[in-house]
């Protein structure tokens, strides 16, 4: 068969193909990126489906409008509003997830040559995504607090971009936080470049013991002429249930059309039922008692994760520890003779039955190959302690 050239571009998923090797009897992977689902919250969820197929079945088995649900539609506005946004009802639209806003950004911005700025590293689907529509993806170098804001600014002065990517809170897969200064910053630089920044929130409100700064959408009503040039991407799936596939964008009119039209051609709207769930779980006011119990757990593991690795592997790897998300960005430092290479070290230690992913899939180019990610995410604390054993008997 002879296939679109679009696909020379992009390859399948390394972590993808990594979960073929996690099959193995009694292994601890700290690789996925998925929410425990122990802490789903499964009686709220249930009782959101009872009502609204008792309420009104028809409506929510049935087709719907594009841009989505009329009760999701009504009850995100109230939900930013909470995070300090302002938006209508119809300046957001529902997705299937913020990994479909992102396809539609790609598909309604990116024309084949265009270049992309992300983070180094960033969310690897968000490269090959962008790469699909024939984007060149330019990394911008990160540390602990985020993107480097000068560096930044001179890619954009060197590139031109059509668009830049940005996970400011918790970011998969560094963890890191932008801090309030940068945010301010970006807002400044894209107003004066006029250049489209798409804010990617997925992890926000899991943090742990002081919440993250405000989003870039809500301190762009602090710096004139910024919210035009934001896109923001919502997502249910890592504080609610990511099988239900409920994501939103919020981005400026003649966006959010364009983006509605190609939706039109993918999926027609995203499910009605899990949409109407979503909101009728909203009403239910569970969710701020179902994150306290996410955040308490997610502190707690990330606690034992950070005190395991400067115990098992010290000088051997280096760290932030994380204030929030679902992350551990580490890199091997090669000290006293011990292995730097992340890759070749994961293979030993799927061996010693316990898993994680390198780092160089998540760069757009010049990969650090000393670095991985950790997810303490669906590990328990004895679970942690075993797996980083095991991660020091493959060192």
């Not at 009872?50 to 009760?71: I, K, M, S």
């Not at 059509?162 to 996970?167: F, G």
């Not at 994501?247 to 400026?252: D, E, F, R, S, V």
């Not at 966006?255 to 779980?281: G, P, R, W």
């Amino acid at each position: 068969m002879q296939f679109a050239d679009r696909l020379q571009n992009v390859e399948t998923s390394a972590i993808r193909e990594l979960f073929k090797l996690l099959g193995k009897p009694g292994i601890i992977s700290f690789a996925g990126g998925f929410p425990d689902p122990t802490l789903f919250d499964v009686e709220g969820i249930r009782q959101a489906t009872d009502t609204v197929l008792r309420e009104q079945p028809g409506a929510v088995l049935q087709y719907g409008a594009t841009e989505g649900f009329p009760t999701l539609r009504e009850a995100l506005p109230a939900y930013m509003a909470a995070k300090g946004v302002q938006v209508a009802s119809d300046g957001l639209i529902a997705t299937t997830g913020s990994q479909q806003a992102l396809d539609l950004i790609g598909k309604t911005m990116i024309s084949p040559g265009d270049v992309v700025i992300v983070e180094a590293p960033t969310f690897l689907a968000t490269i090959q995504c962008f790469r699909l529509y024939g984007a060149k993806v330019v990394g911008a170098p990160i540390d602990a607090h985020g993107v480097d804001v000068d560096a930044l600014e001179r890619l954009i002065a060197e590139h031109k971009p059509k668009l830049v990517y940005l996970i400011p809170s918790f970011a998969n897969p560094s963890g890191a936080m932008l801090s309030q200064e940068r945010r301010v910053r970006i807002l400044e630089l894209a107003a004066r470049t006029q250049t489209l920044v798409v804010e990617d929130d997925p992890y926000g409100e899991l943090h742990f013991d002081q919440p993250a700064p405000p989003s870039l959408l809500a301190l762009s009503a602090q710096v004139p002429g910024s919210r035009e040039w934001i896109a923001y991407c919502g997502s249910f799936s890592k504080v609610l249930s990511p099988g239900l596939r409920v994501g939103w964008l919020i981005a400026q009119p003649e966006l959010l059309a364009k983006a509605t039209m190609c939706k039109q051609f993918s999926d027609a709207h995203t499910s009605n039922l899990s949409q109407a769930i979503v909101a009728e779980y909203l009403k239910l006011q569970r969710m701020p008692a179902a994150l306290d119990a996410v955040r308490q757990t997610y502190a707690k593991r990330a606690a034992r994760m950070g005190q395991c690795l400067r115990a098992e592997l010290g000088e051997a790897i280096s760290f932030n520890q994380p204030l929030g998300g679902m992350f551990f960005w580490a890199r091997l430092t090669g000290a006293n003779g011990t292995d730097a290479d992340a890759a070749a070290l994961a293979k030993r230690a799927i061996e010693k039955l316990v898993a994680f992913v390198p780092g160089t899939p998540f760069y757009a180019h010049n990969p650090d190959t000393a670095t991985l990610r950790l997810s303490f995410a669906t590990a328990d604390e004895a679970k942690i302690e075993e797996g980083i054993a095991r991660l020091k008997q493959a060192l």
